[in-house]
């Protein structure tokens, strides 16, 4: 109880409040410029992405707000997420700063630090594929292909199984 205090001390000591009013509503942050694009197949996403690809994007299709946070939070450079909808889809957005801030009705940011208690640090891929030293980026990288790291499959792990974890964002 006393660190979950002095967690809200220092949160209002720095203009910041607690989940889930940190979040700045009818506010979206372009980041014109500074958007943070990055690999996000490996955490589920599989729609909504810059030019359909998933794995070099810095937005991505979601089916809750903190999806969103999820993502963002599992990812060292996101600082800053945004929740909105884009042509008939709701989506996040990843950036590195607030830039580019404007009013935007329906939409929601907030810092890396918003989010709820609860907020998970995501593992990219199918966790049930990680044994023996082997992890999303020495099989499944971008850099490996289409098919990833051949020397990563056998008859019972291969890239379909071990790349994309077992439900979508």
């Not at 690999?39 to 909504?48: K, T």
């Not at 800053?80 to 329906?106: I, N, Q, S, Y």
């Not at 999303?136 to 490996?144: A, E, L, R």
Request: hydrophobic fraction near 35%; charge should be negative; aromatic fraction near 12%.
């Amino acid at each position: 109880m006393r660190a979950v205090l002095s967690t809200l001390m220092v949160m209002a000591a720095a203009g910041q409040s607690a989940w889930p009013h940190c979040i700045e509503q009818n506010t979206v942050i372009r980041n014109a410029g500074k958007a943070f694009f990055t690999n996000i197949a490996g955490y589920g996403a599989a729609a909504g992405c810059f030019l359909d690809d998933c794995k070099n994007s810095d937005k991505f299709a979601v089916s809750s707000i903190e999806s969103c946070i999820n993502v963002c939070n599992s990812e060292p450079e996101c600082a800053w997420w945004v929740f909105g909808t884009e042509e008939g889809m709701t989506k996040c957005w990843l950036r590195v700063a607030d830039d580019g801030r404007e009013a935007g009705d329906g939409w929601s940011s907030g810092a890396k630090t918003c989010s709820p208690p609860d907020v998970q640090k995501l593992v990219m891929g199918n966790t049930e594929c990680w044994i023996d030293g082997f992890d999303y980026h020495t099989c499944c990288d971008p850099k490996f292909g289409p098919n990833g790291n051949t020397q990563c499959w056998d008859g019972m792990f291969n890239y379909n199984r071990c790349c994309f974890p077992r439900h979508e964002l």
